[in-house]
């Protein structure tokens, strides 16, 4: 099958296989390059472990400390004249190259909110590993069925209070124009946080360690965001930002449960990155394209793997304490929140419309990192040929 990108709106109904191979295989070689993570995982469990910051974890802990590596993720398998989702993908090639390289790999595709799969990946554990030693919650979801109540919630991205208003860009035409977006009510809060708050990463680790499949001094970690005041009507002060502030008291709850095995719960602020989930929040594509640019000038722009890399090697595993903010928080978003990039992000921000954005922003570079989330213009890949369907590993099957 000849496999082009087909958009529609912010998203990409293709993915290429090949492409996703290059991807993932770029990430491997860039861990590598920077050597062994001394004192790394040796078993880990990555929930949402199939694109974005998740795939990265999984990456960094295999090739960074040897890590065997047990990966959660909702991804469509390929069909009949379709492809499967890109993080199908990304999870075959990691299998395959790390089943290759002597290291343990297995995947659960399905709902991470559910009892089912919270027991399945138990019981893989127990087989498989015995017990984990870090667990890493990286879930993007529009959409949470409660197992508890059968309740199923979807979350918003809007402003609360008041109707937001502010520029944003379609990043494939790079049409600069003002959005305004009504503010949310309180159903929608409780939904978003029910959907992207810590609820469902506390269960978890109560499961798994009623279970008793953590290890002594398990770590868990989960990702959140704060970014600047631009951004902060839609995002930090927005119905994301209430289910964050929710995911960030969680870490507190959730090292409480851990003290009796000396384990620790934290969240760490990632950088803005083009994923699936960010592409879809109005604004945020444009602070992105300034912010790229801004920090590619700077020599300080960074992608998934470079953020998770420096996570595991500068915050995590360093034979010291945690650093964290005053909040107990691990700051990997330093380089994105420094000053200087930020005013001049607010600078350029003023003058940013249709003409000016080429030259002010890295539109380019935005749009080239959305292909490439579905495997698109990987360098190497010849798209208009047949792409080679890759066979599925068995385990996921
Ligand atoms: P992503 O969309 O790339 O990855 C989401 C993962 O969750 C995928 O592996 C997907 O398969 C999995 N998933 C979704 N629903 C699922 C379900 N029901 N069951 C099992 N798996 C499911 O997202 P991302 O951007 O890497 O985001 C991961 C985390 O990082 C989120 O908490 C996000 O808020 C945070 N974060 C993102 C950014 C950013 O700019 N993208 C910045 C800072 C923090
Ligand atoms: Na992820």
Known sequence: MIIQPRMRGFICLTAHPEGA???????????????????????????????????????????GSGASTIGVFFEKEPS???????GWYNSAAFEKFATADGLYAKSINGDAFSDEIKQQTIDLIKKDLG???????????????????????????????????????????????????????EEDIANTIAVMGGEDWKWWIEDLKKAGVLADNVLTIAYSYIGPGLTEAVYRKGTIGRAKDDLE????????????????????????????????????PLYISLLFKTMKDAGTHEGTIEQIDRLFRERLYTNGEVPTDEKGRIRIDDWEMDDKIQDKIEELWKSASTETLPEL???????????????????????????????WVDSLK
């Open 21 to 63: 191979e290059k991807n993932v295989k770029e990430q491997i070689e860039y861990v590598k390059s920077k050597g062994t993570v001394e004192g790394g995982p040796k078993k880990a469990l990555i929930i949402g472990a199939s694109t974005g910051f998740g795939l990265a974890s999984r990456i960094t802990a295999a090739y």
């Open 80 to 86: 009949e004249g379709k492809t499967a989702s890109p």
């Open 131 to 185: 017990q984990v030693d870090v667990i890493i919650y990286s879930l993007a979801s529009p959409v949470r069925t409660n197992p508890r109540t059968g309740v199923t919630h979807r979350s918003v991205l809007k402003p609360i209070g008041q109707t937001y208003t502010n520029k944003t860009v379609d990043f494939h035409t790079g049409n600069v124009s003002e959005v305004s977006i009504a503010p949310a009510n």
């Open 249 to 284: 008291a969680t870490a507190f709850q959730i090292s409480d449960t851990l003290k009796d095995i000396g384990g620790k719960a934290y969240v760490s602020v990632n950088k803005a990155l083009v994923t699936q989930a960010s592409s879809a929040i109005p604004v945020i």
């Open 361 to 391: 922003g890295d539109l380019k570079g935005y749009s080239h990192e959305f292909h490439k989330l579905f495997g698109f213009e990987m360098p190497g890949v010849n798209y208009d040929d047949d792409a080679n369907e890759m066979v």
